[in-house]
C-alpha cells in the first residue's frame, strides 16, 4: 500500500512558478512509475507529466512541455512537479498518482491534490 500527499500548491501570478511535491509512504515507491494529473470542476482528469522509477523515461503533455519538469528523489520517497512560465488556464487541483497495471487508464494510488491557482 502506497499514500500520497501533495503540497506546495498556492496562488501566483501569470509567468511566476511553484514546485509542488508528492510523499509516498510505503517501501515500494521506488519501483512504481508516478505521474501529476489536474482536474478542473469543468474539465476531466488530465495527464501533465509521468516519469519512470528509475527517473530516466519522463513524458509531458503538449500543454505543458518546455514549462513543467518532472522529477524524484526515490531516497525521500517523494515526487515533484517544478512549473514555470505559469498561464491562467494552468489553475487546476494538481495530483500524483501510480500507474495500475495497465497504465494510466486505471489510477493504482493517488493523493488528494493541491490547488494551484494563476492569476491574470
Known amino acids: 500500500q502506497v499514500q500520497l500527499v501533495e503540497s506546495g500548491g498556492g496562488l501566483v501570478q501569470a509567468g511566476g512558478s511553484l514546485r509542488v511535491s508528492c510523499v509516498a509512504s510505503?517501501?515500494?515507491?521506488?519501483?512504481?512509475?508516478m505521474g501529476w494529473f489536474r482536474q478542473t470542476p469543468e474539465k476531466e482528469r488530465e495527464f501533465v507529466a509521468d516519469?519512470?522509477?528509475?527517473?530516466?523515461?519522463?513524458h509531458y503533455a503538449d500543454s505543458v512541455k518546455g514549462r513543467f519538469t518532472i522529477s524524484r528523489d526515490n531516497a525521500k520517497n517523494t515526487g515533484y512537479l517544478q512549473m514555470n512560465s505559469l498561464k491562467p488556464e494552468d489553475t487546476a487541483v494538481y495530483y500524483c498518482?501510480?500507474?495500475?497495471?495497465?497504465?494510466?487508464?486505471?489510477?493504482?494510488?493517488r493523493g488528494q491534490g493541491t490547488q494551484v491557482t494563476v492569476s491574470s
Open positions: 498518482a501510480v500507474p495500475g497495471p495497465t497504465g494510466w487508464n486505471v489510477l493504482r494510488y
Open positions: 510505503g517501501r515500494t515507491f521506488s519501483s512504481y512509475a
Open positions: 516519469i519512470s522509477w528509475s527517473g530516466a523515461t519522463t
